[in-house]
């Protein structure tokens, strides 16, 4: 299965088109089947047998990819990506179009979800500056991940960014957090190895020995006082 395909590569421009896979054809003329041979094999009436082939075939459409485009063009200093539906060809609507500046990429990347009983699927995903992430297509897909690892490599030789940059400060700033983090604990623990045991008496602790001290010296009777004798 082929992610994008390149419709032009210069120095200026890179332009990437990506059409409905054969997985959506197959979809698409499999509903369709299902309702022909329904309508034709059944006995009901003739309206009712063109509700089931028009309902197979607008299931066999809602289930088939977009049509979209991916353009980063260095004259405009713009990314565009389009995307069109068969919807939209059907009803002759316009594309859905969004403009970015190219000068706000700061990396590529490729994201992976992984979907329960299907696998893995991927997506090739700009960072902005802003710290918005955008993927050059609408959802993720299916397919090899060499695929989506090569285009992504390729946009960034294209924008001259090097791999993971983000990342990377990103490690060096949480690896000298943590050795900061280390050194504190260290010299706290050295503080605690010079403190004497005497200092670790509670207040309370003495304020009740000096009164136990000085109610002793208050039942002290005179008689006790021992008399000097010449």
Not at 110 to 125: C, L, R
Not at 159 to 176: K, M, R
Request: include cysteine; aromatic fraction near 10%; charged fraction near 30%.
């Amino acid at each position: 299965m082929v992610y994008l395909t390149i419709k032009e590569e210069s120095d200026e421009r890179l332009h990437f088109t990506r059409q409905p896979s054969l997985n959506s054809w197959a979809i698409l003329v499999g509903f369709s089947s299902v309702g022909l041979g329904i309508a034709y094999y059944g006995n009901d009436p003739f309206w009712l047998k063109a509700i089931y082939l028009v309902l197979g075939s607008l299931i066999g459409i809602s289930c088939m990819d977009d049509w979209e485009e991916c353009d980063f063009n260095k004259s405009e200093g713009e990314i565009k990506l389009k995307k069109i539906s068969a919807w939209d060809l059907i009803f002759l609507r316009s594309e859905d179009v969004v403009v970015a500046q190219l000068s706000e990429v700061t990396n590529v990347n490729v994201k992976e979800e992984k979907v329960n009983y299907f696998g893995t699927t991927y997506q090739v995903v700009l960072k902005f500056s802003t710290g918005m992430s955008f993927g050059i297509t609408e959802s993720f897909t299916f397919g090899s991940s060499k695929e989506h690892y090569a285009v992504a490599e390729k946009i960034r030789n294209f924008l001259n960014i090097e791999e993971d940059a983000a990342d990377n400060d990103f490690l060096d700033s949480a690896s000298s957090s943590s050795m900061e983090e280390e050194d504190t604990a260290d010299e706290t623990a050295d503080d605690f190895e010079h403190i004497d045991q005497s200092d670790l008496i509670d207040e309370t602790d003495k304020s009740s020995m000096q009164q136990a001290d000085d109610k002793k010296c208050d039942d002290q009777s005179p008689d006790d006082v021992p008399v000097e004798t010449e």
